[in-house]
């Protein structure tokens, strides 16, 4: 799911807003929820870093993923610094989160290491000298249709 939040800066009332948007359609984001905070409370803890940052911004309804929170810390240091600017945007799609697949995984050894690449196409090559014409029959010979016997308990009636 894409997300938009959005840094604002009300230096009239001394207020930090922090507004979360959904993607409900392509390309069409709806707000779901805002936060508000102490301006100068997290131009401090923007100061003290990161963890300090995270953990001032950080609610009940606003508890961001570590990967997205440290993008909000640097979108948010970055806008601190500019004396300028009166807010940000930070765009985030969860997927970007998540940990490889093994597809991927092997996909980026490759990328990385290619004598460890070879190991992994040995292990995944079909040699059909491993199974004999003995295997391959004992294989087959198991009948796999499922059997369903007529005293059957079961609470539910056809």
Known sequence: MKQKFTFKIDNSEGILKLSEAAEADTGTFIRVHEESYDLIEMK???????PFFIE????????????LAVKLFEAARDMFNDTLSEGTVVDYEDIDGLPLSDHEAIHFAHLADDDE????EELLK?????????????IDSDDDTPRFETDDDSEHEN
């Open 126 to 138: 079909d040699d059909p000298d491993d199974l004999s014409e003995d295997d391959i029959k004992e």
């Open 56 to 67: 001032k911004m950080r609610r009940r309804n606003l508890f961001p993923p570590f990967d």
């Open 117 to 120: 690449d070879v190991e992994i």
């Open 44 to 50: 401090e803890a923007a100061q003290k870093g990161q």
